[in-house]
């Protein structure tokens, strides 16, 4: 047999390296484990081009202890990091739970390239920074970007929360834990409201529910300004509406064919609520009819606290409003209905103030940033056509792009 043929047999024997093999293996690590004032970047890294050829032809047993043997060190071959990293996750997941000397772009390839288990335990790896997170996210792994979420040392981008916000609606356990990441800011959070359960609707309002006095107190000149100019400015018109004290609308008093907001509840209580007359209330509350429907039709109820509270509203209105829906105010033993009790809890927690933000943010989402092109891509469910920079359209994509497919 010749030498060649002999090598060729040699290599397609079954996995069981012998001693020589072994200690080799061992021998190549202990070279690459040396620090750098033993061993030189490119002796490194040839002896780590030699390593990876033994490790592809070695046992599962061999690669873990080669991977253990490595994971401290503060600095590793390229070539051994890719190879590990894609290996079986119980032998990459010592690098990925250990090794500092990975970086980002190790991760991010990782996430990448390798499976679920593998995203999952880079997921709950300590320190992970924005870029790598955003690549854990991009997966839509409902596991993995859980586990990211209940990473308190990771780092989210705008992105990446943007990304789990919108999964959220198809995976309500993702709620939670998003409420609680540091990078989410009330635009998300307002989103999420209309999909999140009870006990997160109240986080959403004692965290995100913000005042605007600040921006009251350094636009209070502008009101005049637009005013001398006619209000011609969209723009303007659109953010000063956003800001103003003032909720309800003076002019769709004026149009309407009842006296004031409460009237307008009063007979919807006693007669029940018509499109007619929903689509006054909206009105009347300076709202667009496509705002108060989403309102008005919200099963939890929460939203009509909102709308009284932020429209200085009593509680005999909220009442009205409540009973103009015909839902229930007790159960049948008699006790409290829990929705019921729920509402009036929301009512009572909120300032005027912070109930007209939460209320406006809705109204300029869902009424105000609506373009043709927007509706356009709402009803086709083409999320690149978005204006990527802009909160309101991305927000009007989420919360209405299940309601135009219904």
């Known amino acids: 047999m010749s030498e060649a043929s002999a090598m060729i047999v040699d290599d397609a024997l079954p996995d069981t390296p012998a001693k020589a093999r072994q200690a080799l293996l061992k021998r190549l690590a202990d070279v690459v484990s040396l620090p750098g ?33 490595l994971a401290p060190l503060a600095e590793l071959p390229n070539s051994v990091t890719r190879l590990l990293l894609r290996d079986e996750p119980e032998i990459a997941g010592l690098l990925i739970e250990h090794c500092a000397a990975l970086t980002d772009a190790d991760l991010v390839a990782c996430a990448r390239d390798a499976g679920t288990e593998h995203r999952r335990l880079i997921a709950v790896r300590r320190g992970l920074s924005e870029i790598v997170t955003e690549a854990l996210t991009a997966s839509e792994e409902l596991e993995v970007i859980e586990a990211v979420l209940r990473n308190a040392t990771a780092r989210l981008s705008q992105v990446g929360i943007e990304e789990a916000v919108g999964l959220s609606r198809q995976h309500p356990p993702l709620c939670a834990p998003l409420l609680k990441r540091p990078e989410l800011r009330p635009s998300g959070a307002y989103v999420m409201f209309w999909w999140c359960g009870p006990d997160e609707r109240r986080t959403i309002l004692q965290r995100f529910a913000v005042s605007r006095e600040v921006m009251q107190e350094v636009s209070e000149d502008v009101f005049a300004l637009a005013a001398r100019e006619d209000w011609a400015d969209p723009v303007v018109r659109k953010a000063l509406q956003f800001i103003e004290r003032r909720q309800r609308s003076r002019a769709a008093i004026d149009k309407s064919p009842f006296d004031s907001l409460e009237q307008a509840i009063a007979v919807a209580a006693r007669d029940g609520l018509t499109r007619e007359t929903a689509s006054e209330i909206a009105f009347l509350a300076g709202l667009k009819p496509l705002t108060g429907a989403k309102l008005l039709g919200d099963p ?25 829906m015909r839902r229930p105010e007790t159960t049948p033993d008699g006790a409290i209905h829990p929705d019921w009790e729920r509402v009036q809890i929301t009512y009572e927690m909120l300032a005027v103030d912070r109930a007209q933000t939460v ?7 869902l009424s105000s940033a609506l373009t043709p092109m927007l509706l356009r891509a709402i009803r086709d469910g083409d999320e690149e056509a978005v204006d990527e920079y802009s909160a309101p359209a991305r927000a009007a994509m989420m919360v209405l792009s299940e309601d135009f497919r219904r």
């Not at 030189?40 to 043997?69: I, K, W």
């Open 300 to 324: 939890g109820g929460e939203p009509l606290a909102i709308l009284c509270k932020a429209t200085g509203l009593s509680r005999g209105d909220l009442l009205n409003l409540w009973r103009s």
């Open 359 to 365: 209320l406006r943010y809705w109204n300029w989402t």
């Open 37 to 69: 004032s033993r061993i030189n970047a490119f002796e490194r890294s040839v002896t780590g081009d030699l390593l990876v050829e033994m490790l592809r032809l070695a046992s599962p047993q061999e690669r873990r202890r080669v991977a253990n043997r």
